[in-house]
């Protein structure tokens, strides 16, 4: 969490951020995640933050990719862990390794879109955000990806209801900072 608000507060230096209270904050986050797949999840998973992201957009879609990312690391190693369980079938091993490299290439990819997040501002604004937004399209494909390994009816054991619960949880994240992040750029351009 330290992280997250040292983040929010480098990523807004220089923004005209206003000192909100927390009741027009957490409004401003309801009202913003009401334009999200998962309204819910989105309130959930960022109303804790709402003293940093204040009433600000740039600050919400840094949040939300944010928490997106810290998801889909948690989720990567759960993964991983997963993946050495024993007695799976060889077709759920190979799933497994596909998915554990699907969602590596999924974190990589939100820690390319939270690294370019910083620098969006300026004349480069449309180009570099255009960057994010496919960046955090592939994370979220990357992330769909990885339940194809798991589709069919020969997988119906423990391992693919666990691996779905995470991954769709994850995706649901993903896709919520997607829209957040398509919302400050139609604001921007």
């Known amino acids: 969490m330290a992280s997250l608000l040292i983040l929010l507060s480098l990523t807004c230096s220089g923004c005209e951020a206003r000192a909100l209270g927390g009741s027009t904050s957490t409004e401003f986050?309801?009202?913003?995640?009401?334009?999200?797949?998962?309204?819910?999840?989105?309130?959930?998973?960022?109303?804790?933050?709402?003293?940093?992201?204040?009433?600000?957009?740039?600050?919400?879609?840094?949040?939300?990719?944010?928490?997106?990312?810290?998801?889909?690391v948690s989720t990567s190693a759960d993964m991983v862990k997963l993946s050495h369980t024993a007695g799976m079938t060889p077709r759920e091993i190979g799933a497994m390794r596909d998915c554990v490299e699907e969602l590596s290439d999924s974190v990589e990819q939100l820690r390319k879109s939270?690294?370019?997040?910083?620098?969006?501002?300026g004349s480069n604004f449309s180009l570099m955000i255009n960057d994010v937004q496919t960046w955090v399209s592939a994370a979220l494909t990357d992330?769909?990806?990885?339940?194809?390994?798991?589709?069919?009816?020969?997988?119906?054991?423990?391992?693919?209801?666990?691996?779905?619960?995470?991954?769709?949880?994850?995706?649901?994240?993903?896709?919520?900072?997607?829209?957040l992040i398509n919302s400050y750029a139609s604001l921007n351009s």
């Not at 939270?114 to 501002?121: D, I, L, T």
């Not at 991954?167 to 993903?174: D, G, R, S, Y």
């Open 114 to 121: 939270m690294a370019e997040m910083k620098q969006v501002k």
């Open 29 to 72: 986050i309801r009202t913003s995640c009401s334009a999200t797949a998962y309204p819910a999840l989105c309130y959930s998973s960022l109303s804790s933050h709402a003293s940093a992201i204040q009433q600000n957009p740039k600050l919400l879609a840094n949040a939300a990719l944010t928490v997106s990312l810290d998801t889909a």
């Open 143 to 179: 992330e769909d990806t990885c339940m194809d390994g798991f589709a069919g009816n020969i997988m119906n054991g423990g391992v693919k209801t666990a691996v779905r619960g995470k991954i769709v949880n994850v995706a649901h994240m993903t896709s919520n900072a997607l829209a």
